[in-house]
């Protein structure tokens, strides 16, 4: 009969174990072809925080940070995994059909490969959670489910808008008062819209990376 102490060793071992088939699951490295996994974070920026969150995307993952100027002429097909951000404009993201058409060229559309997020003013909020996408993507996207879509907030910045959307802007921050009564979240927009402000959460990127890896690890079981 195995003793006490026997079983814990077995235990230990078994625990050791899982950890490791965890790690190399989510290895960078290709062990089997020698091939390093590769991910790209491509942020389409105006006010900065799509940039914020795609910096700290890629050092979670050990990625390749590239602004959308660059990586438009960049074959994007080399990557296992592409994430694109942008922020929200009229709730859709910005330059999505760019990026789109870029997919298209470079093979990556439709692949399962592809990562988007958008970031916005206004809190995380069941509205703004399905209203987002479906400005963005087509029914027939939506439908099956081609790009993970996540939303985080930013915040809201005058410092590089043009003319036309600083005046929008300042509209739309006369018009928000109006609407304090539709819940917290409008209220905190309502009060923060005036002198701009930033509320960039870290920790916000936790479903995105996971999601991220999941992929990362598909492809080096497929590959």
Known sequence: MKSVLDLCDASSKMSS???????EALSSTNRTTGRTMSTAVIYNTVT???????????????AELLPWQ????KNLAGYDVVIYGAGVRMSAVRGFNDF????????????????????????????????????TLTKEELARGTFPFFYFEGGIAYEGLNWREKT????????????RHRGEWAEAVANGIIEGYDHTDRE?????????????ASERVSS
Not at 168 to 179: A, D, N, P
Not at 204 to 216: H, N, Q, S, Y
């Open 17 to 23: 174990w899982s950890l490791e088939w965890k790690w």
């Open 48 to 62: 900065g925080f799509s940039r914020t969150y795609a910096e700290w995307i890629a050092e979670e993952l050990g």
């Open 70 to 73: 660059e990586a438009k002429s």
């Open 100 to 135: 789109r058409r870029k997919l298209k060229n470079d093979g990556l559309y439709g692949t399962g490969r592809v990562i988007v997020f958008a970031t916005g003013g206004t809190p995380v909020h069941p509205e703004r959670n399905w209203r987002s996408p479906a400005a």
């Open 168 to 179: 929008l802007l300042k509209i739309f921050s006369k018009r928000v008062q109006k609407h």
């Open 204 to 216: 916000a990127i936790t479903p995105l990376v996971e999601e991220a890896r999941r992929i990362l």
